[in-house]
């Protein structure tokens, strides 16, 4: 039988034979595709990550900027700050995106990496007034299409949850910046927590980091209760610690998880392939996305 009539749910989105489109299992992502779509939006919701997720990971030729990186490079922040946090940068990206390490390898150093950066974050004392300027100056962009997709979630009161490691204050900022930030719309993240006048002098609860999202307290909260019966999930990530996101979705439920491959292509893929039902191979869209929920609307 030709693919085409095999698979008539990935034929229909256009996903057979991309290059940039890998999926190790198109039954199966077939079946959770039309059993998504004959769900409808009433039984939808979408769980996202933020930074090379819902924002692009470069923009020509150049890397985009993470929640974090938004800070790093502010000519607000003062110089020691981001020479430190360059230096950390550099020391802990490539051990979060090592292809051999594993996540349990891999989670001590993340500890660390975000208790350092915590501690020189809190001597900085910065300001909240500063975060939009930061934000503006900063070459952040959102994937092509995230604008058209957030508003079509939002005309039909899809739940959107956004759950980084990033910096939630910041976060925030870039999703009004971009005008996203809708009611439908849950931010999952590190917040900072201020003083009376406004300045950062820590963070809120525990840690989110790459690779620990399962542990957040979202999931024992009444979130995906008060969201009940939408047990169809889009599950969209940048890392493999992206997965867990949707832990705390009641069972029976059909989670299907995209992945976005932006960095060390070849090395990742076979994992990428193994963990996200549908992996987009340095694809800088929402296209997909966008192309499935077109069909439903
Ligand atoms: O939104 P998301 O969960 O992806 O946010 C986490 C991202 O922030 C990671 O991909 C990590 O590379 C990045 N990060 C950073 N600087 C830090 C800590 C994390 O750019 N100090």
């Known amino acids: 039988m030709s693919e085409t009539k095999e698979f008539p749910t990935l034929n229909k989105l256009g996903l057979l034979d991309k290059k940039h489109i890998q999926i190790l299992d198109p039954g199966h992502v077939d079946h959770l595709l039309s059993t998504i779509i004959a769900g409808g939006f009433n ?18 030729n150049e890397k985009t900027e993470t929640c974090h990186g938004i800070m790093d490079n502010s000519p607000l922040m003062p110089p020691y700050y981001r020479e430190e ?22 989670t001590p150093h993340m500890v660390e990496w975000y208790g350092k950066i915590h501690t020189l974050l809190i001597k900085c004392g910065m300001s ?17 299409g995230t604008e058209d997709l957030f508003s079509k979630l939002k005309s039909k009161s899809v739940p959107v949850l956004v759950f980084s490691a990033g910096m939630g204050d910041i976060l925030e900022e870039v999703l009004r910046h971009f005008n996203v930030y809708d009611d ?7 917040f900072f927590e ?22 957040n307290a979202v999931h024992e909260s009444d979130y995906f209760k008060k969201i009940g ?19 705390g979705v009641p069972q029976p439920n059909n989670v299907l998880k995209i992945g976005f491959l932006n960095d060390k292509i070849e090395e990742r893929m076979e994992m990428y392939k193994k963990n996200f039902d549908i992996v987009l191979v340095d694809d800088q869209t929402m296209e997909v996305c966008n192309r499935l929920i077109d069909l439903m609307m």
């Open 229 to 247: 019966g939408r047990n169809n999930v889009i599950l969209l990530g940048d890392s493999l610690g992206d997965i867990k996101m949707a832990h």
């Open 128 to 144: 909240r007034t500063s975060i939009a300027t930061m934000v503006k100056q900063s070459n952040v962009r959102l994937r092509d």
């Open 85 to 106: 946090a360059s230096k950390l940068l550099n020391k802990y990206y490539p051990i979060e995106v090592d292809p051999i390490m594993t996540e349990e390898e891999k």
């Open 43 to 60: 039984k939808m919701q979408v769980i996202a990550d933020h930074d090379r997720t819902l924002s692009r990971a470069h923009y020509n």
């Open 184 to 190: 439908n719309v849950k931010v999952v993240s590190n």
């Open 194 to 215: 201020y003083d009376e006048q406004g300045n950062m002098i820590g963070f809120k609860g525990e840690i989110i980091h790459v690779f620990n999202k399962n542990e």
